[in-house]
């Protein structure tokens, strides 16, 4: 997948589709970490520790919290109700 144009390749369908996140299976890639695209998208992977490991179970769970937040010059009350209900969404996970 990090052959030559492959992560490219991703980008140009993200955005094709208009997708800002996307997780991708079996990529076979080796450790983990992230990288960053020419395009500015940021592809975090989390892999096996060598090449021999391809067809173990395992999970991944992340959880996305995408909000509107109030702008600075909102109501001091409506910010801190606002940051109150999202740490307690926060605290749920």
């Known amino acids: 997948m990090f052959t030559a144009g492959k992560c490219e390749n991703i980008s140009k369908e993200m955005d ?3 997708l800002e996140i996307l997780g991708l299976c079996e990529t076979r890639w080796i ?3 992230q ?3 020419a395009s500015g998208k940021t592809i975090i992977y989390s892999g096996h520790k060598d090449d021999k490991a391809h067809h173990t179970r395992g999970r991944i769970f992340l959880t ?3 909000c509107y937040t109030p702008t600075n010059d ?3 009350l409506a910010k801190v109700e606002f940051y109150d ?3 307690s ?3 749920k996970y």
């Open 85 to 87: 209900t999202l740490q």
């Open 74 to 76: 909102a109501d001091e």
């Open 31 to 33: 450790d983990n970490g």
């Open 16 to 18: 094709n589709y208009k």
């Open 35 to 37: 990288t960053k695209l």
């Open 64 to 66: 996305i919290v995408m």
């Open 89 to 91: 969404i926060i605290e």
